[in-house]
């Protein structure tokens, strides 16, 4: 079993910061990509910024130079720091990491919870 649990969320004024992370945990081989999404009511839920082991990263263009996405091997987490905060960014965030379990040789996707991030005008 793997679980990605996130924290970090709230509520914030525009023009303010978070920072989310991401921590993975369980029977875990390995971690490739790592990912933010996010869903906001009645839309569809879209990537926001990934990286990769090797770390390469990529961001939506609605938060490029905004947000950044860092990670710690390590620690099996991934971070999502967002700085100029839009009311347009309120959304549930959600955690994605494929991930490798034992046995397996295939890396397999799971995802967190979500945590709610409310930009206030």
């Known amino acids: 079993q793997v679980q990605l649990v996130e924290s970090g969320g709230g509520l914030v004024q525009a023009g303010g910061s978070l920072r989310l992370s991401c921590a993975a945990s369980g029977s875990i081989v390995a971690i490739n990509t790592m990912a933010w999404y996010r869903q906001a009511p009645g839309k569809q839920r879209e990537v926001v910024a990934t990286t990769t082991r090797a770390g390469t990263e990529t961001y939506s263009d609605s938060v490029k130079g905004r947000f950044t996405i860092s990670r710690d091997n390590a620690k099996s987490t991934v971070y999502l720091r967002m700085n100029s905060l839009k009311p347009e960014d309120t959304a549930v965030y959600l955690c994605?990491?494929?991930?490798?379990?034992?046995?397996?040789?295939?890396?397999?996707?799971?995802w967190g919870q979500g945590t709610q991030v409310t930009v206030s005008s």
């Open positions: 994605n990491a494929d991930v490798r379990t034992p046995g397996s040789p295939f890396y397999n996707a799971y």
